[in-house]
């Protein structure tokens, strides 16, 4: 199996160094950045399997970085995992919001770092169905990755598309958040059950004002997907 390629985004080398040592003695390849410019061209050149991204850098921030990246359709997919020292809740909600997959706050330890970052891998590539599924005009190809509304192609991050694909297979039961976080992101114990409601608002928007009643809040219980009122 080639090892999969990490890109660390941070301006204080000694961090940089840091977490290179732990990825490479857990057998990833790596590639270092010190700030938002360089990385965003390293990225365009290398095609890394997964970003470490500090939240503060001088000049443009790891959050707006993540935001262009998001936007851009050549690295829409790329799983970004946000460095931040910062442990309030509104930024942990605003680094998901611009597409983190998840944040690590600083101090960590590396062992923690390299447990996230393979929780976060094994999410972008998921065991799942081959068959494309369809529901109400909304279909699923697995193969492809692909995602279209009544022929349109729509455009969603991974996690919603691993939400969303395990919705469609999973039809009609209601889930817990914590049934979810098991399931679609590998039981993965850092992540927090407030994650499942930013994805799934993500999930929504998505989908548009034509399929997006498919995802059901079940008051008290979590979601589920549905077809019936």
Known sequence: MTAKTVLIVDDEAPIREMIAVALEMADYRVLEAANAQSAHSMIVDNQPDLLLLDWMMPGTSGIELARRLKREEATRELPIIMLTAKSEEDNKIQGLEAGADDYITKPFSPRELVA??????????????????????????????????????????????????????????????????????????????????????????????????????????????????
């Open 116 to 229: 996230r970052l393979k929780a976060v891998l094994r999410r972008t590539t998921p065991k799942g169905v081959e068959e494309p599924v369809e529901v109400d005009g909304l279909l699923l190809d697995p193969v492809s990755h692909r995602v279209s509304a009544d022929g349109k192609a729509l455009e969603m991050g991974p996690t919603e598309y691993r939400l969303l694909q395990f919705f469609m297979t999973h039809q009609e039961r209601a889930y817990t958040r914590s049934q979810l976080l098991d399931q679609v992101w590998g039981g993965n114990v850092y992540v927090e059950e407030r994650t499942v409601d930013v994805h799934i608002r993500r999930l929504r928007k998505a989908l548009g004002d034509a399929h997006q009643h498919l995802v059901q809040t079940v008051r008290g219980t979590g979601y589920r997907f549905s077809n019936k009122g």
